[in-house]
């Protein structure tokens, strides 16, 4: 990624030239114009690459399901009828079309319990990733710019974080605090936030030590200036990419707490939970197990052959070598 | 009786922006024991011409489209692009000998330097290990590298630049070739040791008696060293010369740039430096006029139609252009 | 190279202790943890009396003071279910879970390495496209889903292999694959891209114009240059494979320290908790440690550092 260097301000000029009225910030202009432009670029490499269009488009089929869950879902997620339960899906021949992929113990449709458990994991996921990014980003911008004392504390608690098996935490953590989304949330985007840390952190003291901060600081930028022209923009494509790949790895988390019985309350339709209560009845009702996973399946192939792609198109040093 | 003959050589490479047409046509030939010096800017395929001798070049995406290059090996004449990958291994570290641009990165770094040395010995002499060391060690003196016993088992990155390009020349010369191809490597290297290495490169050719290629984009460093110069520009042979004709009477407005551009000693303090106008050729074009055309000062309309071929001027010098340098005219034929 | 791993090794201790520190205030998250312990209904009688039982309600710093002392000296106090010395229990199911653990491993290394240096070498072709999408598989698939999944069809349809517990020779095998799946994926993600851009190094093209084998140049140069980031991959997975064990143990009910951190956790048995914890833990630092000792072994840049 490239950056620009502040430009100095343009002189007056009698005749045409650049629109020099005071509102014109010539700065803001061309970087309208290189958003634009990037935008563009950004979508002719990702029609071009099989993989992250697929990418995408399974994860759009994902939010669109969770926007649209009321219009998509034949029934009330929660909605049970005990004279149904244990039905197989469609193409059994105990199964019917009107519960498409069968229903669980207590009768409730697995497809729309599907369908609307989208919701849980990309709340989950956006926010929990959203959480961890914000928390990474301020740490870690504190850690690079400040140094010392205060570098060492944050780097390393971040490294302890890092150092222990996340799952035991979060395991630990959930069984300690007990079951709610908030909770679940807010648990994921703690825990995950030393990642992001470490990343602004690596970022900041790379430019801070590249020659063109040295360039820019001589030519009279303050650090505000430094921030926003140099930091921010160059920490872009690493944190979304990583924050794509989180997201795909809450989305696990979520369903593998859920499978322990520590993530949302029984009554909220999750993944995870679907599972915890297929598993108990494997032998006789696999489809109540086996469907919310390939969801989960779904769900992260898309996340990550879209994470992929934004990889290979952020990270200039491989765009350049080719593959 | 020519060591190496190589004709016609033509290499392209298929990249996702198109066809790069990197070599057109180059032939040139070398004597046994012959100094031969390529001078070219960068993209003007000298590289690409002499890695493509031993196919060293990655094929995808580059391909060899044309050529013949027959070479006096240790098993009889052969044309080097026509050879099996086993004879071409053969080939390889036995009968020619390569130098490249960075000795940082052309060494392995978890490997020892010794045994870098060692290596091609092993299989090519069919050295055993004793043996092996011995004359790697035996190398390392002999260009240049003190302590060399106990520097066998040090690593590249605790050499100098200059001392890394010394394991370099150790590790071509290992198993006695008779041809030296060396791709620009002292570009790399600062000045004061770039003499050093020049020096032994001189001392080990007039030793060994090896035939050497000698690719720079320094007209300075080829003087000193070459007996004969070849100047590339666009895929393509503009000049080719002994080395006192080419500097002293340039047959080729490129040379004639290229020697114009060198900042003199016995220059004006006030004169400006003279540069050749215009931009690099674009390779992405199948080579359908003279590419130096856009920009020579004496190009004329049948520069811009067609290739011109390489005309002989005088004893062994010869150059593809349409235009007489020396008459100040076009061509007559 | 010495100061590195002196400097490594200090960091590990420090990081020790972090952990010991991190175990006792999650667990007091809460600030109630005898409310955890206790059945729904107790009253707040039964409650304060499991209070004292534990010592909840000494002050914070005794209570950190002898949790710290205890966890040094490998003592955890004895688990409320079991009524046992918690540590005792936990290096009881140790070996279990060390076994799982380096079966799926070695089944990830074995399968994963050359397939991914297959795919490397040859891009474009099967070898490759089977390489990245076993590398897709494996980041994608849940390692529990899969786990039922293989229970379904190998267990209970095929009955080629067992579903539950460590009795057979082959009880192993559907734990180890479900556990080891996310590894495999990683190993031939990493293999296939280091081979890749190893190839593209200057050194290969020295080596090839040497004349010397192909086999040769795969092995001493490609292979060798591959093996640092494998050893440093190696040592990042361990903190997976503890992890994920809770999730494999469980499903498999096999004795080791992931169900036991499931089971432990489930019951509110802190002292069991914070035992498995402190210990998990203790393993995936000295992991991390002894790759460092290895990278730093390995790779000569690190080892002749002046």
Redesign the interface.
Known sequence: MTSKQPQPQPQPQPSSGPDLSPSADPLLDDTRGRVARAAAYTAKLLLRDKGGMIGLTLFLIVVFAAVFAPYIAPHHPLQQDLTRSRQPPAWHDAGSWEYPLGTDSLGRDMFSRIVYGTRVSLTVGFLGVTIAMSIGLVLGLVAGFFGGRVDNAIM?GA??FL???????V???A???GRSLINVVLIFGITDAPLFVRITRGEVLRIRNSGYVESAVSIGAGKGRILFDHILPNLVGPLITVATFEM?AMI?YE??LG????SVPPNIPSWGNM?SA??QY??TT?WV??Y??FA??FT??GM??FGDWLRDVLDPRLRR??? | MSILEVKDLAVEFNTIEGVVHAVNGVSFSLESRETLGIVGESGSGKSVSMMSLLRLIPEPPGRLRSGTAWFESATGRVDLLALSRAKRSAVRGRDIGFVFQDPMSSLNPLMTVGDQIAESMRVHLKLDDKAARKRTVELLDRVGIPAADERYGNYPHQFSGGMRQRVMIAIAIACGPKLLIADEPTTALDVTVQAQILDLVKSLRDELGLAVIWISHDLGVVAGLADRVIVMYGGMVAESAPVDALYETPRHPYTEGLLQALPRVDQDRGEELRSIEGTPPDLYAAPAACPFAPRCSYAFDRCRREVPPRFTIGDGHESACFFDLEQRRPRSE | MQRYLLSRAVQSVLLLFGVIVLVFFLVRLTGDPARLMAPREASAEDIAEIRALMGFDRPLPVQFAEFFTGAIRGDFGNSVHYRAPAMGMVLDRLPATVELALTALLFAVVVGVPLGVVGGSNPGSIWDSIARGLGLVGQTVPNFWIAMIFILVFSVNLGWFPSFGRGHWNSIVLPAVSLGLFPLGQIVRLMRSAVLEIRGEDYIRTAYSKGISDRRIYVAHVFRNAAIPLVSMLGVQFGYLLGGSIYIETIFSWPGLGRMIAESVAARDFPLVQAVAVFTSLVVVAMNLLTDVAYALIDPRIRYDK
């Open positions: 390393g490294n302890l150092a222990v098996p996340y799952l035991l935490i395991v630990v953590v069984a300690v605090v795909s696990f369903a593998g499978f322990l019985g520590l599972l297929g598993r494997l032998a696999p197990a086996t919310p996973g989960i399946m992260a192939l990550n052959l070598k080719g593959r």
